[in-house]
């Protein structure tokens, strides 16, 4: 069964990778459409000549995809979704999926209605080989069992490009709900959690007075039922360092870790995806970029055969609520 998609906001430079992944596992793109002309179409016209701009909204929704890819504005992914859904469209959104708890509600609901699959691309994991890798290794045994993870997920400001919406917190959510919502899937995912108790949530703007909207840092405590994690997210990746930013994610078990380096081996190796591995045999780097993205494909077949091979549909939405759940702590103080 060969299936199409299409994009539905380009909001945000996800989509490029959203769209290139799909179209590696044969998903045709049918065409795009997106509101006004963000800086971010140029890059996707550059990158993929051939895919169309649809007319209008309605055209997008009415062409017949099976998979609607969005990255519109965060706080306009949810009704995307829901439309997508009932014009009989499974959903791949950029993170996070939604921006606050009554949109999650109407997706849940559209969910339901529709018996749809809304899937969010935590790309931090499901773009990264080195991620892949990580989770054989778990399944394997190599470091026990996991007990904590450790997420860091440092960000570049690029202040010059981005878009007036990024400085307004009821447009993108607030950090945690953004940013967060990777290391908290992170988290669930290598703990094997199904569910966590946020235990501490902080934000703060330290550097960017003049954007009062604008959160440049923040953490969060987690306790799941398998373990504990931790995760700090920011935008201070310094302008020296050669991409947006240093991502890592340590994996710790009751007979080892793991540490990601997932973009960029600092004074180490070039390239990214770096993993090591410590436990009772063996200390050694692996280069991990050749593990591959399974994420894509599983997804495919789950529209195809209605499974849940990619991520669970409950997975999704502990992961969201987990997000929304921190960054309401977090401001309430």
Not at 185 to 194: E, W
Not at 238 to 266: C, F, H, M, Q, S
Request: charged content about 25%; proline content about 4%; overall charge negative.
């Amino acid at each position: 069964m060969s299936l199409t998609c299409v994009a539905l906001g380009l909001d945000h430079r996800h989509i490029y990778g959203m769209t290139e992944n799909m179209r590696k596992i044969g998903v045709d793109c049918v065409g795009y459409w997106t509101q006004g002309d963000p800086e971010t179409r140029a890059g996707y016209v550059k990158r993929f000549p051939d895919i169309p701009r649809l007319a209008g909204l309605e055209d997008a929704l009415t062409c017949g995809a099976d998979l609607a890819l969005i990255s519109a504005i965060p706080a306009d992914r949810a009704a995307l979704t829901v439309r997508a859904m009932q014009n009989d469209m499974d959903v791949m959104s950029d993170k996070p999926g939604c921006a606050t708890f009554e949109q999650l509600d109407q997706i849940k609901r559209a969910v339901a209605d529709t018996d749809r699959i809304w899937s969010v691309n935590f790309s931090e994991r499901f773009e990264t080989p080195v991620s892949t890798r990580a989770t054989e290794l778990v399944e394997a045994g190599a470091i026990g069992r996991v007990i904590q993870t450790v997420g860091l997920g440092p960000h570049r400001l690029n202040r010059a490009t981005r878009p007036e919406w990024f400085f307004r917190r009821d447009r993108y959510g607030g950090i945690l709900t953004d940013i967060a919502s990777h290391q908290i899937d992170q988290f669930l995912h290598y703990t094997g959690s199904k569910s966590a108790e946020i235990t501490n949530a902080y934000v703060a703007n330290y550097a960017n007075p003049k954007d009062p909207g604008l959160q440049d840092f923040g953490e969060v405590n987690l306790r799941g039922e398998n373990g504990t994690g931790y995760i700090r997210v920011d935008w201070f990746t310094p302008d020296a360092l050669p991409n947006w930013g240093d991502g890592r994610l340590t994996i710790l078990g009751t007979e080892g870790y793991i540490e990601l380096r997932k973009y960029v081996d600092v004074g180490g190796a070039p390239g990214s995806d770096h993993l090591i591995l410590v436990n009772g045999e063996t200390c050694q780097k692996i280069d991990a970029s050749d593990a591959g993205l399974p994420y894509f494909a599983r997804l495919a077949d789950d529209i195809r055969n209605r499974t849940e091979t990619a991520m669970t549909q409950t997975h999704c939405f502990t992961v969201m609520e987990l997000a929304l759940r921190a960054q309401e702590m977090a401001e309430r103080g």
